[in-house]
């Protein structure tokens, strides 16, 4: 079955501690994206990616870094610098190409993050 | 200013009923609009898409119309089921560049029996 596959699901850390998310796809897509969902708030962009060793800030890219090595792979690290960064992340990506208007986000299931 | 505004923010009815949710876009230059529904917990999937020229596209249950001219969409479920109890998203594509999706805040459905 073809997808988009987050880990962990739930997540928690101390405040001050950086944290990876993971996020890998199978369905041989070129674009790649992360978002946060906060209650009430429409999904916001933290970075995306276009195709392999390269990616571009989103709307709130402030205290998040990503890599992407691998076409499969664009894991989210949440930083020390992020002053609020319990929220619910996603991950999706997209297929027809780096600009496709038409073709719909796949997205995991998200990752749920708590810092105390 | 690009936005995707909708409405209610919540709902509940019951189940075997029918119900609209609306979305409102001031949205340019409009390439798409597409509504996605989200399970609690889980991510969005699209149920979906309005390209300029169509008026009403149904999936099963599902209805979608849109009207470019007053910027507006709706999303029609007809014999609710419990199952459709989720968030329900409206997405609107520009046709600039590659960070070119506007996500309205979503309505809540509640399906109760």
């Known amino acids: 079955d073809g997808g988009i596959t987050q880990s962990p699901k739930y997540l928690f850390r101390k405040e001050g501690q950086n944290v990876t998310l993971s996020c890998e796809q199978n369905?041989?897509?070129?674009?790649m994206y992360w978002y946060r969902q906060d209650p009430g708030q429409g999904l916001r962009l933290i970075y995306y990616?276009?195709?392999?060793?390269?990616?571009q800030k989103g709307d709130i890219a402030e205290g998040y870094s990503v890599s992407r090595e691998k076409k499969e792979s664009f894991p989210l690290t949440v930083t020390s610098a992020q002053k609020n960064p319990t929220a619910f992340y996603l991950c999706?990506?997209?297929?027809?190409?780096?600009?496709?208007?038409?073709?719909?986000?796949?997205f995991g299931n998200g990752t749920r993050l708590t810092v105390t | 200013k690009n936005q995707v505004e909708q409405s209610p923010q919540s709902l509940i009815i019951l189940e075997g009923k029918n119900c609209t949710l609306q979305c409102n876009y001031t949205v340019s230059p409009f390439s798409n609009l597409r509504w996605y529904k989200q399970d609690t917990g889980r991510g969005p999937v699209s149920l979906t898409i309005m390209t300029f020229s169509e008026n009403t596209k149904s999936n099963g249950r599902y209805t979608a119309t849109l009207d470019a001219d007053t910027k507006q969409s709706s999303l029609h479920i007809t014999a609710s089921q419990l199952s459709d109890s989720a968030s329900y998203i409206c997405?609107?594509?520009?046709?600039?560049?590659?960070?070119?999706?506007?996500f309205g805040t979503g309505t809540r459905l509640t399906v109760i029996p």
């Open positions: 999706a990506s997209k297929g027809g190409g780096p600009i496709s208007y038409n073709s719909p986000l796949h």
């Open positions: 997405v609107v594509s520009v046709q600039t560049g590659a960070n070119n999706l506007f």
């Open positions: 369905l041989n897509h070129d674009a």
């Open positions: 990616s276009q195709i392999v060793n390269d990616f």
